[in-house]
Structure formats: C-alpha cells, structure tokens
C-alpha cells in the first residue's frame, strides 16, 4: 500500500512537527508532501526524509514574509500530485487536510485544530505587528479562506483530533466526529531529578496568541526567577517589558530544554493550547505544570498529582496559583509525574494510530489488507515489521 504523508508547511519547529517526524518513523519509506521547508528548522530525524515541495518554494523571500502569501497555501496543497498513493495521512492545522487524494485512496487527517487564525481570527492576530494594508485586507482574505476550509472539509475520509477542546471544534465547524488520540511525547528520553532549582520555566513559540505576555506581567509583579526558552515574532515586545528577573534563553538545543525541564521549579503555560505538548515533556522530566485550565490542558493535567491550574485568564489569577504552589502543600513528587507522563509516551501514540489506520483501511477495503497491498499484513511497531511503506 502506498502511503503519503502530507503537512501544512515545515518551517518552524513545534509540536506539530514532531508529530510529523513520529509518522516519519512509523511510514519511513513514506514521501513526506508540504508547500515549503527550512531546513534550517528541519528536525533532525527529518533530514534524510523524502520531502516533496509545492511550487510555493521558489516564491522570494519565503524565510521571512510567508505568512504575507498566505492565499497562497490552499492552491499550492491543491496542486501536489497524490493521485498514486493508496493512503494519505494528513498532519493539519490549516491546509494539509485539503489534499486531494486518488479517487480509490483513504485519507485520515491527524488535526491539531480547524484552521485557527481564520475560526479564532481576534484572539490569533489582535497582537501581531501587521502594517495598516495587510490589516485592512486581512477580513476579507479571511473571509475567503474559511469559505475554502469548510468547502474541502469532506476531504478527508477520517477525522484524528489531538484533544477532547479540537474534537468539539471539529464538530462545530466541519460537522465531522472525530476520534481523539493524543500526540506523542518521547517520555522515555527525559530523566527526573529530585531537586529543583530555584526558577520557573516557559518553552514555546513566541507568538502573541501564546499569551506569554501575562505570565512575564505576573513574574514582573512577583519577582520570581522565571526562564523563557523559545523564539518567534513577540520576542522583542516580551523583552521590552520583562524586568531583570525574566530571562530570555531563546533557541536550545533539544538536550538543552530537557536539563531545563529537569530542573525548574514548574512550567507555566499561560495560554489556550490545543494540545500542549510543552507540559507532558516536563511532567517526563518530573516536573509539575500551572496551567490555564481550558483546552489540551484539561486532557492532561490532574490537579495534585502533575500539576495546578488557574481559572482565569487574567495576571491576578496565574499569580494566586503561583503563590499556592510556593507555600509547598502540592506534594508533588518527580518519580510519580513521570510515570504519569508514560501514558503519553510516543509508543502508545503509535499503537493507537496503527489501529485506527488498519481497522480504517480494512473497512475501507473489500479485500485484506495484505492483498491489496501485494505485501504480508503490516503490523504495528514491535511486531517486526517497519509497516506500510511507500511502495
């Protein structure tokens, strides 16, 4: 059976391209389809991949105004040739769910959420710098965008959601169930450590919509020792107000961030995410998370046991948790969150999605899968067997 992997775009590194290269792992002979790449920001377990490009690549000065080509993407995910590929796995926060597929082939779309800057337009772009042009035209090109989102969202045969918050926006939006399976996490290479130094943690892209600004306010107001490892188009506004006491790391090596996870006090996730693959990276290294208590995090976090929430979007609410959580009455205890962390771990990721492909694909079929393949039945990771390849 031949297998396709298809992603919005891979220029940036978060946790949607970890998922990608967890795929990578899983389909290795797999072409990997996207409108563009840095590889500069490529993972390292995706240097070596078949990566296919759309036209949007030789577009100029790509690396820095992408997001200025944004009516481009729908066309050029539209254009890339899938019509010889039995299955299509789409990795989809805004296009790559769009694909269109052979008129025989099966396709499940793994969603990080329904397109975000079109369906929560005010939240994602009411703090970017934009000039006073693509501002203005920004409503209608929108407008546009989510008449096109909703047209193609028959697309895919299957809907993945990362969340119980995505699967709900899935049905509000598209109309379509969706089953929900959690993005992996690579647990078992992070190594708790009993003490904690003396500061808290952020690990994240510096985008506007993550709402780290609120969390520098209530570090700035308590003066407590707070590290930020990330980079992205807030940083500069983020360093203009942060007193002495926050400090900016930004880019780490992947070694680097898991010795930091290790040893901090507590990650702090201000903002909404969709999943939130940030938090379970630290509960792998032992450490608790306070969490704004809405979207991915309400999946992951057990209050008392990896972590404690805030309920308000608001400073006064995420300095309140702070407090609590320094009078020391959390007992929270590095061995146990790792272990809690374990059933997230990217081994249990892909046995879940081994299953819904095959029993998805035989249901699809009117005959075996090892007979439509022209190769022995793939079996998931552990079986001995590398699975469904490219051919």
Not at 69 to 94: G, M, Q, T, V
Not at 154 to 161: E, K, L, W
Request: aromatic share 12%; hydrophobic share 40%.
């Amino acid at each position: 059976m031949k297998t396709a992997i298809i992603h919005d775009y891979l220029n940036q590194l978060g946790g949607a391209e970890r998922v990608v290269g967890v795929l990578h792992e899983m389909f290795p002979e797999a072409p990997i389809f996207t409108t563009i790449v840095d590889r500069e920001t490529l993972l390292p377990e995706l240097a070596s991949a078949d990566i296919r490009l759309s036209w949007m690549q030789k577009l100029p000065g790509l690396r820095r105004h992408f997001k200025k080509y944004l009516l481009f993407y729908p066309s050029a995910i539209e254009s890339l040739d899938l019509r010889d590929f039995d299955l299509l796995i789409s990795s989809s926060s805004a296009f790559a769910k769009s694909a269109i597929k052979g008129e025989k082939a099966l396709h499940i779309c793994y969603c990080y959420t329904p397109m975000r800057f079109a369906w929560d337009y005010r939240n994602y772009v009411e703090k970017e710098s934009l000039n006073i042009l693509f501002r203005g035209a920004l409503p209608f090109v929108i407008a546009r965008l989510k008449r096109w989102d909703l047209k193609t969202s028959y697309r895919p045969d299957y809907y993945i959601a990362i969340s119980s918050a995505v699967k709900i926006r899935i049905k509000k939006i598209y109309g379509k169930d969706a089953e929900v399976i959690f993005p992996p996490v690579d647990v078992q290479k992070y190594k708790p450590q009993e003490k904690a130094d003396n500061f808290y943690l952020i690990v994240s892209r510096l985008n506007p919509y993550k709402k780290i600004d609120l969390a520098v306010e209530a570090f700035n107001l308590l003066g407590l020792p707070l590290k930020i490892i990330g980079t992205g188009p807030f940083l500069g506004t983020l360093k203009s107000m942060a007193r002495p006491n926050v400090t900016f790391l930004e880019r780490r090596t992947d070694q680097e961030v898991a010795d930091y996870y290790a040893a901090c006090k507590a990650l702090i996730l201000p903002g909404v995410e969709d999943f939130g693959i940030a938090p379970l990276e630290a509960n792998a290294a032992g450490r608790p998370v306070i969490a704004f208590k809405e979207g991915g995090a309400v999946d992951t976090i057990v209050e008392g046991i990896n972590g404690l929430f805030f309920c308000e979007n608001k400073v006064e609410s995420l300095i309140s948790s702070i407090r609590a959580f320094e009078t020391g009455k959390y007992n929270f205890q590095p061995r146990l969150i790792h272990e809690y962390a374990l059933r997230f771990d990217k081994e249990i990721f892909k046995q879940k999605m081994w299953k819904f492909i095959l029993d998805k694909y035989q249901a699809s079929s009117d005959q075996p899968i090892a007979k439509a393949s022209g190769t022995r039945r793939p079996q998931p990771p552990g079986k001995g067997t590398r699975g469904l390849g490219a051919g």
